[in-house]
């Protein structure tokens, strides 16, 4: 709250007569703030804001509304992002619904040489199982179609598409992903699995590029990395974490920042696939020097463990519901993956690896405990992402080997995950309080990263908070696993200074504190003051980065 000097030059921004929530514990509460040079001056009362007040300040009024730190979304797909040349399938809970909006599409581009789709649900398929080709011809016919679920990890193909690409009994592994045969046949059924890992990846890009799947071309790529950005800062969110990256893709992020369109700051991680060699890492060292300003920093590497539960992909320590002996894999060994760790936090990588089941977390966990026995303790922040189902043993493992809880709240909510959804019901009553436990993470002393996971889930961090908050549906209706909410500042904090710690960002970003960079939202309003189910819909309707006004709303 130190004064403006008479000498000091004055404010090139000045918010005031605003309610500003800090996320800084010295100073928790302010009216005003004044920024010159991208940073934050000074932060106090209305009346102090006067003698920051020149001639050429640009002056925002607050009129009451609640001021928060830019959001932080520690992990989110902006470059996969939403596709709007795709049909959409979100919300469509049968295949004859998913033939419907098909047919619909195909009959408004009768043109198109491939229909491609996203976002369909597991539970939209019949009696638990995976869909398959026969289940997509009816609707597409002889013109290739490529189907995304609604979480990435896997791809639907109809009969035509797997003609194209090469798909046969005798090479179900692609570069794009793992077939899964009929167990009579021998046969791809056209569902595939390990997507993500692979489809997702630089050869996986390559590949589905040079077989001519428009979903997989650099312009596409650039219009769902250009839309997501978009709505990344309407949604106040001024840093991303893009966790899943190529060095091919780096030409995007500078395309989109010399047209304007980076108004949000990006942290990139740069995926580790198997078979990464020293070179390779040698070659994310350099790129990561290279870009390394507050705009787009590079450095993390992803990993992956585990799949995803909904597919039973993701590694359980006891088999799913209903198996006698399934319990997913690891796409390690226990041993080769400490070894691996080890080796990368001995060349200072910080690690965001991927784990859902209890068995995955368990694995990242041990692997962790390794790398600092064997290179010593060090200020890595090694993330656990997801955090789905974690057995209770191991949470307190977290605080004691300094790693960060890298969750998606909505992920949890009842209608996506709870009972009747296949998350639920794949993993078992029996084991549904191991599910997405933040409560208990918080209360044992464990950074909580929020993020929201887009595309797979909304961007939108109004909607995560209500889910942290209730673990309620969206339209209202009973909690599940209430025990393991958080109130309301505890989930703000996770989008804002628990992201910022997360990133090695804390000194920088995550509250409004004299000296950091001036990253901050005006609220429509007040969700710390509100009934909680006011705050889906509470819009950011001015937002501010480094100091500049680079979004308003109504």
């Keep these: 709250m130190t004064p403006r000097t008479p000498s000091a030059p004055a404010a090139t921004l000045v918010l005031r007569g605003a309610r500003i929530h800090t996320v800084d514990p010295g100073l928790p509460r302010a009216e005003a703030l004044a920024v010159r040079d991208g940073r934050i001056a000074w932060i106090g009362d209305d009346e102090g804001a ?8 640009q002056v925002i009024e607050g009129e009451g509304r609640l001021v928060l730190p830019g959001f932080i979304d520690a992990h989110n797909h902006v470059r996969l992002g939403s596709d709007d040349a795709c049909v959409q399938l979100a919300g469509a809970q049968s295949l004859e619904e998913i033939h ?4 619909r599409w195909r009959a408004a581009n009768p043109d198109a040489t491939w229909i491609e789709a ?24 002889d013109t290739p179609a490529f189907v995304l679920s609604y979480d990435v990890h896997t791809v639907w193909l109809n009969t035509a598409a797997l003609r194209l690409l090469g798909v046969t009994a005798a090479q179900p592994d692609l570069p794009f992903g793992t077939a899964r045969t009929d167990p009579a046949s021998g046969e791809p059924t056209g569902f595939f699995t390990d997507f ?3 489809g997702l990846s630089r050869d996986g890009y390559r590949a589905l590029h040079a077989l001519g799947v428009p979903w997989a071309s650099p312009d596409r790529q650039y219009q769902r990395l250009a839309a997501s950005l ?54 994310f060292a350099a790129a990561a020097r290279e870009h390394a300003d507050d705009r787009l920093r590079l450095g993390p590497l992803k990993l992956y463990i585990d799949d995803v539960v909904e597919p039973r992909t993701a590694a359980m320590l006891q088999p799913y519901a209903g198996c006698a002996h399934h319990r997913g894999d ?12 080890t080796a990368l936090d001995a060349r200072g990588f910080q690690c965001f690896v991927h784990a859902t089941g209890d068995r995955g977390i368990r694995t990242v966990l041990d692997a962790i405990e390794q790398a600092r026995a064997v290179n010593g303790p060090r200020d890595a922040r090694h993330q656990v992402v997801h955090v789905e189902c974690l057995d209770p043993e191991d949470l307190p493992r977290f605080a004691a080997l300094d790693v960060v809880a890298c969750m998606q709240p909505r992920h949890c909510a009842p209608e996506i995950a709870g009972p009747g959804q296949d998350w639920a019901e794949n993993v078992g009553e029996e084991r549904w309080h191991k599910a997405w436990p933040m409560r208990s993470l918080h209360e044992a002393g464990t950074v909580l990263a929020f993020s929201s996971d887009w595309n797979v889930a909304e961007m939108d961090p109004m909607v995560g908070i209500y889910t942290a908050v209730t673990r309620r549906p969206l339209s209202g209706g009973p909690a599940w696993i209430p025990e393991e909410t958080v109130d309301v500042r505890t989930a703000v904090h996770g989008y804002t200074m628990g992201s910022a710690y997360a990133n090695f960002l804390e000194h920088e970003r995550g509250s409004l504190t004299v000296g950091k960079l001036a990253d901050f939202a005006v609220f429509s309003r007040d969700i710390l003051g509100l009934p909680i189910e006011r705050t889906p819909g509470t819009i950011a309707q001015i937002v501010v980065v480094g100091g500049e006004v680079v979004h308003t709303a109504g």
């Design 330 to 341: 690891t796409f390690y060994p226990p041993e080769e993956f400490a070894d691996l760790l």
């Design 196 to 198: 993500a890992v692979k």
């Design 100 to 103: 419907a909006r098909i047919l």
């Design 118 to 141: 996203e976002a369909f649900d597991y539970s939209a398929v019949p009696d638990g199982r995976m869909p398959t080709a026969h289940d997509l011809d009816p609707a597409t016919g």
């Design 230 to 283: 978009d709505d990344a800062i309407s949604f106040g969110i001024t840093t991303v974490v893009e966790p899943q990256n190529s060095l091919d893709d780096l030409p995007l992020f500078e395309r989109a920042r010399a047209e304007g369109r980076l108004r949000s700051r990006i942290v990139a991680a740069l995926f580790h696939p198997r078979g990464t060699t020293g070179a390779d890492l040698d070659d």
């Design 50 to 57: 006067a003698a920051w007040i020149g001639p050429d300040t």
